[in-house]
């Protein structure tokens, strides 16, 4: 039985103490004081970040994938960073991909006992044909998430690398998994509400994990996504003025490599740059 009084993420934090009396600039700044402390907490976790970002970008040049796994709001997070990477670096939507507690329902209504069902997330991994060139991230606040430890099990299994978010040092997915980042952000400005502050972390954390494993995967040229898909107005105006930075092009000869490239920018960038 985990004891959830001994984890940070549930105690009490004593600078809110009394928020209920507060007037709402009182209570907004109260808020951003605790979520200034945020970033601190995942510096002390940068080299993690960088072995879990070697991790991915290995994998994902073995032909792997990425499965970021939990419940709640940190399920919901992983399915957000796994739905981002497509349009932004032009890979494959089975490349990357969140798979949350009780499934797709749970993504727009809460389904909390999800989070108690060991096979709740495994079931859904073995329908996706998970296998040991596959990475799993496991992202879980608290760290006592029975669902994600059944994820956890499954991955061990399968003999793939696993990963855990996690923002409690005492976490139970740090044993289990090969590598464990921890970003330990303290007690919640309301008791236990890990929406908050350590979603905060977790989002920063995924957001580094797949950027830098996307960069190092290829998919970015200088600080430019050069794999973006120009799916609408803005996005097309974007990858053109991408082309003529990268290139010094007119913004009209960038608009015809664009299109002559059938709209892969870093292919247009090649065609220019070798004269094509």
Same mark, same amino acid.
Request: proline share 2%.
């Given at each position: ?101 009780? *499934? ?9 006992? +999800? &989070?108690?069902?060991? !096979?709740? $997330?495994?079931?859904?991994? %073995? ?44 976490? *139970? ?9 921890? +970003? &330990?952000?303290?007690? !919640?400005? $309301?008791?236990?509400?890990? %929406? ?60 015809? !490599? ?19």
């Amino acid at each position: 039985m985990i004891d959830f009084s001994g984890l940070k993420t549930e105690a009490v934090n004593n600078n809110t103490a009394n928020i209920d009396k507060m007037s709402s600039l009182e209570i907004v700044k109260c808020i951003n004081d605790e979520d200034k402390t945020v970033a601190f907490a995942v510096e002390k976790a940068l080299r993690e970040i960088a072995a879990g970002v070697d991790i991915l970008a290995d994998a994902l040049y073995d032909g792997g994938r990425i499965f970021y796994v939990g419940a709640g709001t940190s399920g919901r997070l992983g399915v957000l960073d796994a739905s981002e990477c497509p349009p932004t670096y032009g890979v494959s939507s089975e490349v990357v991909q969140g798979v949350l507690a009780g *499934g797709r329902a749970a993504a727009f209504d809460s389904v909390e006992d +999800a &989070e108690d069902d060991f !096979e709740s $997330i495994a079931k859904q991994l %073995r329908e996706k044909g998970f296998c040991s060139k596959d990475v799993l991230v496991a992202i879980s606040a608290s760290g006592s998430a029975n669902c994600v430890m059944g994820a956890i099990d499954l991955a061990k299994k399968a003999g793939s690398h696993t990963i855990a978010v996690t923002c409690n040092r005492n976490s *139970g997915l740090i044993p289990m998994c090969e590598l464990a980042i921890v +970003a &330990e952000v303290g007690p !919640e400005v $309301i008791n236990g509400s890990t %929406r908050m502050k350590a979603g905060t972390a977790q989002k920063m954390i995924l957001n580094m994990l797949s950027t830098a494993a996307m960069i190092r995967f290829g998919r970015v040229r200088g600080n430019y996504m050069a794999y973006m898909i120009p799916s609408n107005k803005k996005l097309v105006d974007r990858a053109i003025r991408i082309i003529s930075a990268k290139t010094g092009v007119s913004y009209e000869t960038a608009s015809a !490599e664009l299109e002559k490239a059938n709209n892969v920018i870093a292919d247009a960038i090649d065609n220019i740059e070798g004269g094509h």
